[in-house]
């Protein structure tokens, strides 16, 4: 079946570098994806999401960009903290239908 | 704002028994969902309603029961409880199921079968 996965497990960078998370997804007719972040212990938390109609959508600190030529989605964080070190999920979802999650890249935020 | 409220926060149990994991949302949600997560599996959908009276099965239903009387609330109950069903358990929500709307996750149910 179609699901959504990711490039990396696992991604670890300095305090203070740019962060890219990765996720590739199958479902052609995708048409609404989102990021979260799950800290250690917490559920996740949405960060940001994204509809078919758009290929880049910025918010604080964080920039997702949408290429449906390859069909990947990547999740940019600026100026990366230690607070930002966690699991980051995308999820995908064509039109009336549920939500499909990722397994998630833990992201390491070294000092 | 509370959010989604999940009760208890850990639970041990023997094989056989049952329990409910309790959900509340005071954001007027129509839509909530259960799902599981497991190490390398991502989140798996279990059972979802998309309004009071409303549920239907997920990804991975079998041995598990819901239902859902008030807006509010959405209880998922576990009949006879069974080791593989050993697992974090998130309930989540959102606004309504057909428009394009993030869920917003409780902070999970961690559930041991002995």
């Known amino acids: 079946g179609e699901s959504v996965g990711l490039h990396l497990p696992t991604l670890s960078v300095q305090e203070g570098d740019n962060s890219i998370i990765n996720c590739a997804y199958s479902?052609?007719?995708?048409?609404?994806f989102i990021w979260y972040k799950q800290e250690s212990g917490k559920g996740p938390q949405f960060i940001i999401d994204?509809?078919?109609?758009?290929d880049k959508r910025q918010g604080q600190r964080v920039t997702v960009l949408l290429n449906k030529t390859v069909k990947h989605l990547s999740l940019q964080i600026a100026a990366t903290q230690p607070g930002d070190s966690a699991v980051y999920f995308c999820?995908?979802?064509?039109?009336?239908?549920?939500?499909?999650f990722g397994k998630g890249t833990k992201l390491t935020v070294n000092p | 704002n509370a959010g989604v409220t999940q009760t208890p926060k850990f639970q041990v149990l023997k094989t056989g028994q049952s329990m409910t994991l309790q959900c509340a949302q005071d954001?007027?949600?129509?839509?909530m969902s259960w799902y599981r997560q497991d190490p390398g599996m991502g989140l798996r959908l279990i059972h979802y309603?998309?309004?009071?009276?409303?549920?239907d099965q997920g990804e991975v239903p079998n041995g598990y029961n819901v239902s859902r009387s008030t807006t509010e609330d959405f209880p998922l109950r576990l009949l006879s409880a069974a080791p593989s069903q050993t697992s974090v358990y998130f309930c989540?929500?959102?606004?309504?199921?057909?428009?394009?709307?993030?869920?917003?996750f409780g902070d999970g149910t961690r559930l041991s079968i002995l």
């Open positions: 994204i509809r078919s109609n758009m």
């Open positions: 954001m007027n949600h129509e839509y």
């Open positions: 989540a929500s959102s606004p309504y199921f057909y428009l394009d709307q993030p869920q917003h």
């Open positions: 999820a995908e979802r064509k039109e009336s239908e549920k939500l499909v």
């Open positions: 479902n052609s007719a995708s048409d609404y």
């Open positions: 309603s998309v309004g009071a009276g409303i549920t």
